[in-house]
Nanobody, 121 residues
Framework: QLQASGGGLVQAGGSLRLSCAAS????????IGWFRQAPGKEREGVAC???????GYADSVKGRFTISRDGAKNTVYLQMNNLKPEDTAKYYC?????????????????WGQGTEVTVSS
């Protein structure tokens, strides 16, 4: 099971840190991706990290978002800085196969329930 948390309401320019925690598995062995879905839009890949801690990001978040892993806590984080209103979405973490550039939905097969992020202007 994957559990995403850390969402909330923040003003533009602010920061949030999302967490993706796993139970019953050793996270360090897996590729984990973050995705988001805004109202009326398709779900899109945001960032990913593989078992060797190589990362990939969507162009829209490069330089603002950072994905990282804490093996001891079995948690993957998404640090989001300089948030923009267009970052408003429900954010999901998922376990997948590959992390090469932007994470692709079809390569991820175990999903958490999502956490809401709202950025006000």
């Amino acid at each position: 099971q994957l559990q995403a948390s850390g969402g909330g309401l923040v003003q533009a320019g602010g920061s949030l840190r999302l967490s993706c925690a796993a139970s019953g598995r050793t996270f360090s062995r897996y590729t984990i991706g973050w995705f988001r879905q805004a109202p009326g839009k398709e779900r899109e890949g945001v960032a990913c990290i593989n078992s060797r801690d190589s990362t990939g990001y969507a162009d829209s978040v490069k330089g603002r978002f950072t994905i990282s892993r804490d093996g001891a806590k079995n948690t993957v984080y998404l640090q989001m800085n300089n948030l923009k209103p267009e970052d408003t979405a429900k954010y999901y973490c998922a376990e997948g196969i590959y992390c090469i550039g932007v994470p692709q939905i079809e390569e991820y097969n175990t999903w958490g329930q999502g956490t809401e992020v709202t950025v006000s202007s």
